[in-house]
Nanobody, 123 residues
Framework: QVQLEESGGGLVQAGDSLRLSCAAG???????MGWFRRAPGKEREFVGG????????IYADSVKGRFTISRDNAKNTVYLQMNSLKPEDTAVYYC?????????????????WGQGTQVTVSS
């Protein structure tokens, strides 16, 4: 059983930073990891992904240059550093374990999902 647990969400103001963490478990070190989000009334969307070694990352255009994904396989943890937050970044953020070693921008490229952590950005 693969369990993913996100943490670090909260209420911040526009322009602030926040770092999310995802405890991914030992069995995830050979898998790509991804971050997705779902805003109220919207479909879930891809945020970014990282390869199993952390040497390759991809991002959605909406967060490119503001968000950074990293991972520490020794700690079985994946991070999403979010800078210059905007109200439109408000969403529940989910981490997911990829089916392969390199990330996909499609949710079909992921199998296991966390429960999500709420991020609210006030204007």
């Amino acid at each position: 059983q693969v369990q993913l647990e996100e943490s670090g969400g909260g209420l911040v103001q526009a322009g602030d930073s926040l770092r999310l963490s995802c405890a991914a478990g030992r069995t995830s070190t050979n898998n790509a990891m991804g971050w997705f989000r779902r805003a109220p009334g919207k479909e879930r969307e891809f945020v970014g992904g990282i390869s199993w070694r952390g040497d390759s990352t991809i991002y959605a255009d909406s967060v490119k240059g503001r968000f950074t994904i990293s991972r520490d396989n020794a700690k079985n943890t994946v991070y999403l550093q979010m800078n210059s937050l905007k109200p439109e970044d408000t969403a529940v953020y989910y981490c997911a374990r990829g089916l392969s070693s390199y990330p996909s921008s499609s949710s079909s490229g992921y199998r296991y999902w966390g429960q999500g952590t709420q991020v609210t950005v006030s204007s």
